[in-house]
């Protein structure tokens, strides 16, 4: 993901990790057998997301 918030090109990184508990895990495990989507993964990996551009936002302003 590119945020640029300045003039200058620096590449600025960040990386977020979010730990899934067991009850995630286990209705993923269904959702892989049965087919669909797994909304519980899709909740953390937009939560992933916000966090590593508010993270990409505060480097940049430091």
Same mark, same amino acid.
């Given at each position: &993901?590119?945020?640029?918030? @300045? *003039?200058?090109? +620096?590449? #600025?990184?960040?990386?977020?990790? #979010? $730990? *899934?508990?067991?009850? !995630?895990? #286990? $209705?993923?495990?269904?959702?892989? +057998? +049965? $087919? $669909?989507? !797994? @909304?519980?993964?899709?909740?953390? &990996?937009?939560? &992933?997301?916000?966090?590593? @551009?508010? @993270?990409?936002?505060?480097?940049?302003?430091?």
């Amino acid at each position: &993901m590119i945020v640029n918030t @300045t *003039n200058s090109s +620096f590449p #600025i990184a960040a990386n977020v990790v #979010i $730990g *899934n508990n067991i009850f !995630s895990d #286990i $209705g993923a495990s269904y959702v892989d +057998f +049965f $087919g $669909g989507r !797994s @909304t519980s993964y899709e909740k953390k &990996m937009q939560e &992933m997301y916000k966090r590593v @551009t508010e @993270t990409l936002k505060q480097r940049v302003q430091a």
